[in-house]
T-cell receptor, first 113, second 113 residues
Framework: EDKVVQSPLSLVVHEGDTVTLNCSYEVTNFRSLLWYKQEKKAPTFLFML????IEKKSGRLSSILDKKELSSILNITATQTGDSAIYLC?????????????FGKGTKLSVKP | KAGVTQTPRYLIKTRGQQVTLSCSPI?????VSWYQQTPGQGLQFLFE???????NKGNFPGRFSGRQFSNSRSEMNVSTLELGDSALYLC????????????FGSGTQLSVL
């Protein structure tokens, strides 16, 4: 069965710290890996990584896909309190029976002032 | 452009009752997906509708059903509610079927007593 595992489940850091969130996956017919940020209720899209685009960067956030290790990391540098959220990793596969996007359980990041 | 709108925001029901949740996608989006989010299981795919047809279904019992109207608005129904159905139900829309970049609504928080 396809699955996505995120670690750690929760993390507490102080403003200015750099954090690395991990996502590993087991999936047949990999199509893409996505990161979402869930601050209150609605997850918002951050990055999509595919075989043709294994690294993405936006401001203080960056993500890398390692297709050999079947994993991805999300880096946040110079963290701010506004980065406090649940970060969700998801996999899109081709024709899977589990639906379109398979989500991990998320990493809850708390940034203290 | 208005985002994805879900109603109601909160709902309290008792076991055995049924409930209907509503989702209005972003204008122009034709695909609507539903997810259930619980602390223990994370986000789990329920079903996806595109052009008024169910295109994909997750591993949920038949008590969970949905439909999509000609204006792309969608409803999901849960019959014979169980305590374990308490969850945040998220709706997401996208331009096309099976798209990775989903736009989520703020969800309906359902509590079953």
């Amino acid at each position: 069965e396809d699955k996505v595992v995120q670690s750690p489940l929760s993390l507490v850091v102080h403003e200015g710290d750099t954090v690395t969130l991990n996502c590993s996956y087991e999936v047949t017919n990999f199509r893409s890996l996505l990161w979402y940020k869930q601050e209150k209720k609605a997850p918002t899209f951050l990055f999509m990584l595919t075989s043709s685009g294994i690294e993405k960067k936006s401001g203080r956030l960056s993500s890398i896909l390692d297709k050999k290790e079947l994993s991805s990391i999300l880096n946040i540098t110079a963290t701010q309190t506004g980065d406090s959220a649940i970060y969700l990793c998801a996999i899109m596969n081709y024709g899977g029976s589990q639906g379109n996007l398979i989500f991990g359980k998320g990493t809850k990041l708390s940034v203290k002032p | 452009k208005a985002g994805v709108t879900q109603t109601p925001r909160y709902l309290i029901k008792t076991r055995g009752q049924q409930v209907t949740l509503s989702c209005s996608p972003i204008s122009g989006h034709r695909s609507v997906s539903w997810y259930q989010q619980t602390p223990g299981q994370g986000l789990q795919f329920l079903f996806e509708y595109f052009s008024e047809t169910q295109r994909n279904k997750g591993n949920f019992p038949g008590r969970f059903s949905g439909r999509q109207f000609s204006n792309s608005r969608s409803e999901m129904n849960v019959s014979t509610l169980e305590l374990g159905d308490s969850a945040l139900y998220l709706c997401a829309s996208s331009l096309g079927q099976g798209a990775e970049k989903l736009f989520f609504g703020s969800g309906t928080q359902l509590s079953v007593l």
